[in-house]
């Protein structure tokens, strides 16, 4: 491995001429988060006779740490592995102090911090960084020959981009700026002037609690929480106050902004995927987090966003065009939200083809654990012959016909479906239930969970044999524990909780102890009791912190279901890239291939997206490409 700082002044050693060799005959170039360092090297060569850096000579000691669901950042990558390199926080904050202009002058000429002083003050900050990169190099393994080839896969994406429909974003963004201004004039003359911005959280939970609405937060995953209260019920100035911040927190101005300012001069937005961005393997979203864009659920909405390009085309300003969008929609701001997904299309002379798994994660948990009943199920609806697995979902739970579910009751049925499979109960389903316009009370919310669960025997034993098998696999370290049919294995090596998935891939929980088990009940409150539990360290979903994580057994279940569906939607990504289908963004379950005007076929693209894993056998996919 060649440990080169551009600007090392080792003597007189400012030669470039080793790197360039070195690069130039194809070696190994390793960084943390490469993709950036490529880019630059890779952007300086182009002006010169140096050599392009490749995407398959490059090695990522993020993307290392990543795998084991370490940190990626390098300051606390660098502290979860305990290096000796301290952080520069001094030589940090010049960095971002000369990454903005010093200032721009009247004419538009761009004055930059770099003064001899200050450049040598940050050579000294990269050696650094570099110091602790070579510290994580010794210390994390390398990927896996599969996880690498994934990750070679995800630059490749990356560096492809998506392209954007500019002018459509552009009057997006002016017309969210004008939505928001009237969001705000509304919520003023709501609170009587105690709250004039859809931004003032603070104030909002202090009016709530003014008028005895229990609230600590509106925060996401929490706004839902209030939603759902009894006390929001009977007061209706109330429940349009957080349904006015709910909306304006739906963050479209600032991802029509995003896709503004990341576009390239060609128009194409790259590096918006994050490679195993989740601890499961998933990809998480940068940039313009497309992985956020809320989905079009029905013909109306869609209707919706057709008719909101439609109006911006014929509008020539903002204004204009909220007046005429009031008039047309309920809420615009929803209306611009839901419209994020059509801001991607296909460059000139191409179109773009997706496709995308149905219910993976509904089918994966019934494999997994051996919930019979519905993997026939699912099988059956494949096959044209079986139910809507939504409206099963209820006749089910509730021993009725299904010609007796009607579409609120189906509705229900999906809100069990996506909120109770890893373990989730009565809060869990109201806080989905606000995304779907299903209100139930508390005991109606309880009802429903335990039908859901004399429903699904089999997945309800999984979560515990999940639990159980991780307890014992930490108890008894350096003992490989089984459970679900063997498909799920665990064992502890070098202070790391492995789980081993049925593709052979693992998942690690670092440094796992045993400790007491600690919950939060259905009524938000900690509960402390004597019953073992694995705690861990990892990175805290919401803080971004290196801390102490607790697994239970419904999030047991959510890791390894995810984990599968991705393996599954892995090996999807290679045979679509195979049969010639550049994939230029994936998001969840759904893959994104931008081909030439005429080239293939909806058919054509559908099978190679069904996986052929021979550890999947049994397993019902079903992939819906358009």
């Known amino acids: 491995m060649v440990r080169w700082r551009i600007g090392d002044r080792r003597g007189d050693h400012d030669d470039l001429t080793p790197l360039v060799y070195h690069i130039r005959e194809g070696g190994r170039v390793t960084g943390h988060n490469i993709a950036f360092d490529r880019t630059g090297w890779n952007k300086m060569a182009a002006r010169s006779s140096l050599p392009q850096i490749a995407i398959e000579q490059t090695d990522c000691t993020m993307a290392r740490c990543a795998a084991l669901a370490l940190p990626q ?187 503004i300012d990341c576009a390239c001069k060609d128009g194409r937005v790259r590096g918006t995927l994050r490679y195993h961005g989740a601890s499961t393997g998933r990809w998480s979203g940068q940039l313009i987090q497309p992985q956020n864009f809320p989905r079009v659920n029905t013909p109306e909405e869609a209707a919706s966003v057709e008719a909101l390009h439609d109006l911006l085309r014929s509008c020539g300003d903002a204004k204009t065009a909220f007046e005429r969008a009031s008039l047309f929609f309920e809420n615009p701001l929803n209306v611009l939200s839901k419209a994020l997904r059509s801001s991607i299309i296909a460059g000139t002379g191409k179109r773009l083809m997706g496709g995308d798994f149905s219910n993976i994660e509904g089918r994966v948990n019934a494999w997994l654990a051996g919930e019979d009943w519905k993997v026939r199920a699912f099988r059956d609806f494949d096959l044209g012959a079986g139910a809507d697995l939504y409206v099963l979902a209820y006749a089910k739970a509730f021993h009725c016909g299904l010609a007796e579910v009607d579409k609120p009751k189906r509705q229900v049925g999906k809100v069990m479906e996506l909120s109770m499979g890893y373990q989730g109960g009565r809060r869990a389903f109201q806080k989905m239930a606000v995304n779907y316009a299903v209100s139930v009370t508390d005991d109606r919310a309880e009802e429903l969970k335990i039908a859901w669960r004399e429903a699904h025997p089999a997945i309800v034993q999984s979560w515990w044999e999940l639990q159980d098998a991780a307890i014992e696999a930490v108890k008894y370290k350096g003992s490989t524990v089984k459970c679900l049919n063997d498909r799920i294995q665990y064992l502890v090596h070098r202070d790391i909780l492995w789980c081993r998935l049925p593709s052979g891939r693992c998942l690690a929980y670092c440094s796992p102890f045993i400790t007491q088990q600690m919950f939060i009940n259905e009524d938000g409150e900690v509960e402390i009791t004597h019953r073992p539990q694995v705690a861990f360290r990892g990175v805290d979903s919401t803080t971004k912190k290196w801390s102490i994580q607790r697994l239970y057994g419904g999030l047991q279940c959510e890791n390894v279901v995810q984990a599968i569906a991705c393996d599954l939607l892995v090996e999807a990504m290679f045979r679509v890239e195979e049969a010639g289908y550049p994939i230029v963004l994936t998001v969840h379950d759904e893959i994104l291939s931008e081909v030439p005007e005429g080239f293939g076929s909806v058919e054509e693209f559908g099978t190679p997206t069904i996986p052929e894993a021979e550890w999947a056998g049994g397993l019902p996919i079903a992939v819906g490409a358009w």
């Open 73 to 259: 950042s390098l300051d606390q990558a660098a502290k979860a592995i305990k290096t000796d390199v301290p952080k520069d926080e001094q030589g940090h904050l010049l960095m971002m102090r000369m990454c903005k202009p010093k200032k721009i002058h009247a004419d538009g000429t761009v004055e930059w911090r770099e003064s001899a002083e200050e450049l040598e003050r940050l050579s000294e900050y990269c050696g650094t960084d570099v110091e602790a990169e070579c510290a994580i190099d010794g210390a994390v393994p390398q990927l896996s020959d599969l996880q690498r080839r994934t990750w070679l896969l995800d630059q490749k994406i990356n560096a492809r981009g998506v392209m954007i429909d500019l002018p459509f974003a552009r009057k997006a963004l002016a017309l969210a700026e004008v939505a928001a201004k009237a969001a705000n004039k509304e919520i003023d003359q709501l609170t009587g002037g105690v709250v004039t911005k859809t931004t003032q959280v603070a104030r909002i939970v202090e009016w709530l609690r003014g008028r005895g609405i229990s609230c600590a937060s509106l925060a996401k995953g929490v706004i839902e929480d209030v939603l759902v209260t009894t006390d929001l019920f009977d007061d209706e100035p109330a429940r349009q106050v957080v349904e006015l911040r709910r909306a304006s927190a739906k963050t479209s101005t600032a991802k029509y902004k995003a896709m």
